[in-house]
C-alpha cells in the first residue's frame, strides 16, 4: 500500500506531504489545477522517465518520496534481500536536477533507475487514458489467469518439473560435450597418461630434488677444498718436498752439530711437536676427504630426475608442481572417455523421463487454464454492460505453444483480447480500445481479477472520462468493490465516482508569492458535500446541485 508520497518543487507544487489509507481515494479538482502535475510526480518515483520540465522554476532540483508498506510475504522483500536494501518500509525516492539528470534511491540507498523500476512494477499500476501498464504486457497475462483460476499451485508444480527438465538436460549436454572432446584427443590422452604416469611426479618433489642436490655440490666443492689442503702438505712427486720433510731435515741438520749443546734442544723440542701437529693435521684432511666427497652417482641420478619433471613441466605447459594435479586431469578426462557413454545413456533416459514429467503436468495446467479462462470470460461479460461496454467481448486465447518455446510458466500462449464492436477480431488491448474506453475495460478486469493481483495499488486516471449518469455510477460501485481488496486511487471529474471514495482530496490551484502554487487539501464531510456540488452543477444547475450530494453520499454508503 502507498502510504506517503512527498513532493518537493515540483512543476506548480512547492511542497506537499499526502498521507494515504487503504480503499478508495478520489482526487478531484477542476481542469488545469494540477491533477495531472500529482500523477506525473507519482511516475517519477515509479521510475518513469525524468524531465527538466518537472523542476519547479527558479530552483535547482525536484524531489519525490514514495513510502510503501507491502503486505506480507510480497515479491518486493525478496527482491530487496537480494539487493541488501531489507527495511520494515520500501521507501523510493528519486531527485531531478534542473539540467534534467536525474538519482534515484531505494530506502535512501543509490540505486540504478532500472531497478527503482522493477521494484516499483510490483507495487502499483497505473491505468490512465494515454497509458496503461500491466494488463497490457502480455507476459504478465498467463499469471493473472492462473490467480484467477486458482492455480498457483498446479503452476508452481509446473515450474519445478520445468527446472528438474532443463537441468537434466543442461547435464546431458555437458557430458555429451565431454565425451566428444575427449574422443578428439584420445590419443593424446593415453600417451600423457601414460608418459607421466611412468615419470610418477610426487607433491612437492622438485623443491626435494633441488635442496638434496645443492646439498651434493656444496659437499664436492668441500672435497675439493680439503683435497687441495691435504696436497698442500704432501709431497706431489718423490723429488718435491713438503712441511713434514722439511721439519725433519731441519731437525737431523741441528744434531749433527753437537757444538749447539743445550741451545739445540729446545728447538728440537718445538720441531719435533710441529712435526706431531702436522702429522695429526695430515690424518684428519686424509679422513674429512672421505666423509666430504659427494656420491657422484646420487648427483647424476639427482639431475636427470630433477631435468626430467622439468621437462615434462614445460611440455604439457605446466609448472613441476601442477604435474601430479595435471596427471588426475588427465585421468579424469581418460575415464569419462571410458565411462562416458554409460553416463550419457543413463542422463539421456533421465531427461526423457524429466520430460514426460514436464508434459504431464504441464497439460493439466493448460486444461486448467482452458476451463478458467472460460468463467473468466463469462465473468467479464457480466461486467462489461453497465460501464457502456455492452459491444465489447473479452477473449482469453489459450494457444498452445512450440516446444521450443515451452517455459516455467507452461506449454501454453496466454493472451487477453478484447473486441470493442461486433465483427471485429480481437486484439491486444492498447491496439484495439482507446481513452476512456480503454481504461473501464481495464476496470472490469481489475474487478474480476482483484483477488489474484499481485499489485496492491492501483491508480486510475480518468476511467469516467465521457461518461456519466448510471454509466458514472456503475464505474465508481466498481472501483469502490477492486477497493475492498486493494488500495485504489482515482483522478475523477464524476460526482457518482467522488461520491464512493472513502477518501476525498481537492486539487486546486491558486497564487502565493506571486507564484502560482497547486495545492491538495483533504476533505471532510461539509467540504464533500461543497465540492461534489460544484462536480454536478455542470449537470443539473446549481442550485439542484447543491441538494445532490447528500443523497449521493448516502447511496454509495
Do not use: C
Amino acid at each position: 500500500m502507498l502510504v506517503t508520497l512527498l513532493i518537493r518543487d515540483v512543476v506548480l507544487i512547492e511542497r506537499l506531504d499526502l498521507h494515504f489509507g487503504p480503499g478508495l481515494s478520489v482526487l478531484t479538482g477542476e481542469t488545469g489545477a494540477g491533477k495531472s502535475i500529482l500523477l506525473d510526480s507519482l511516475g517519477l518515483a515509479l521510475g518513469m522517465r525524468a524531465d527538466s520540465g518537472l523542476v519547479r522554476a527558479g530552483q535547482r532540483q525536484a524531489s519525490v518520496t514514495a513510502a510503501f508498506q507491502p503486505p506480507d510475504g510480497h515479491p518486493v522483500f525478496a527482491m530487496l534481500t537480494e539487493q541488501g536494501l531489507e527495511g520494515e518500509e520500501l521507501v523510493l525516492r528519486r531527485v531531478v536536477q534542473a539540467d534534467g539528470k536525474s538519482r534515484a534511491f531505494v530506502n535512501d540507498q543509490p540505486v540504478g533507475v532500472a531497478l527503482l523500476r522493477r521494484l516499483a512494477g510490483t507495487l502499483v499500476e497505473v491505468q490512465g487514458q494515454n497509458e496503461q501498464a500491466g494488463l497490457s504486457d502480455v507476459s504478465t497475462h498467463p499469471a493473472l489467469l492462473d490467480g484467477f483460476g486458482g492455480l498457483g499451485s498446479l503452476r508452481a508444480d509446473v515450474a519445478a518439473a520445468w527446472r528438474a527438465w532443463r537441468g537434466t538436460e543442461a547435464e546431458l549436454t555437458r557430458a555429451r560435450a565431454a565425451v566428444a572432446a575427449a574422443m578428439r584427443d584420445e590419443e593424446f590422452l593415453r600417451h600423457a597418461v601414460q608418459e607421466l604416469t611412468k615419470l610418477s611426479p610426487e607433491d612437492g618433489e622438485e623443491d626435494r630434488l633441488a635442496a638434496e642436490r645443492q646439498t651434493l655440490q656444496q659437499g664436492e666443492r668441500r672435497a675439493e677444498a680439503i683435497a687441495s689442503a691435504l696436497s698442500e702438505l704432501q709431497p706431489r712427486d718423490r723429488r718435491g718436498s713438503s712441511p713434514g720433510s722439511a721439519l725433519r731435515a731441519a731437525s737431523r741438520a741441528l744434531e749433527r752439530v753437537p757444538a749447539l749443546g743445550e741451545l739445540a734442544q729446545p728447538i728440537l723440542a718445538a720441531l719435533g711437536q710441529a712435526q706431531d701437529a702436522l702429522a695429526e693435521a695430515e690424518q684428519m684432511l686424509e679422513r674429512s676427504v672421505a666423509e666430504a666427497a659427494p656420491d657422484p652417482r646420487r648427483l647424476e641420478q639427482l639431475e636427470d630426475r630433477l631435468f626430467g619433471l622439468r621437462a615434462a613441466a614445460r611440455k604439457y605447459g605446466v609448472t613441476v608442481i601442477e604435474l601430479a594435479p595435471h596427471l588426475a586431469e588427465l585421468r579424469t578426462r581418460l575415464g569419462a572417455l571410458d565411462a562416458g557413454s554409460g553416463r550419457v545413456a543413463e542422463l539421456e533416459r533421465g531427461a526423457t523421463a524429466a520430460r514426460a514429467a514436464y508434459v504431464q503436468t504441464g497439460t493439466r495446467l493448460s486444461e486448467a487454464r482452458r476451463t478458467a479462462a472460460a468463467r473468466l470470460e463469462n465473468a467479464l461479460a457480466q461486467e462489461l454492460p453497465p460501464l457502456k461496454l455492452d459491444r465489447a467481448r473479452v477473449v482469453l486465447d489459450v494457444t498452445p505453444r512450440d516446444e521450443a518455446a515451452w517455459n516455467a510458466e507452461g506449454m501454453d500462449r496466454v493472451a487477453l483480447l478484447v473486441s470493442t464492436n461486433p465483427g471485429q477480431a480481437p486484439g491486444a488491448l492498447e491496439k484495439v480500445a482507446w481513452g476512456g474506453e480503454l481504461s473501464r475495460l481495464m476496470l472490469a478486469l481489475k474487478v474480476v481479477l482483484a483477488a489474484g493481483s499481485p499489485v496492491p495499488t492501483l491508480v486510475f486516471d480518468e476511467v469516467d472520462a465521457g461518461i456519466g449518469g448510471a454509466t458514472a455510477a456503475a464505474v465508481g460501485e466498481r472501483l469502490a468493490r477492486v477497493a475492498e481488496g486493494l488500495q485504489v486511487l482515482v483522478v475523477t471529474h464524476s460526482p457518482q465516482v467522488a461520491a464512493r471514495g472513502a477518501h476525498h482530496w481537492r486539487v486546486a490551484k491558486g497564487v502565493a508569492g506571486g507564484r502560482a502554487e497547486t495545492r491538495v487539501e483533504p476533505l471532510h464531510a461539509a467540504e464533500r458535500q461543497e465540492e461534489i456540488a460544484r462536480m454536478l452543477a455542470g449537470e443539473t444547475g446549481r442550485e439542484a446541485a447543491r441538494a445532490a450530494p447528500a443523497s449521493l453520499l448516502a447511496g454509495a454508503a
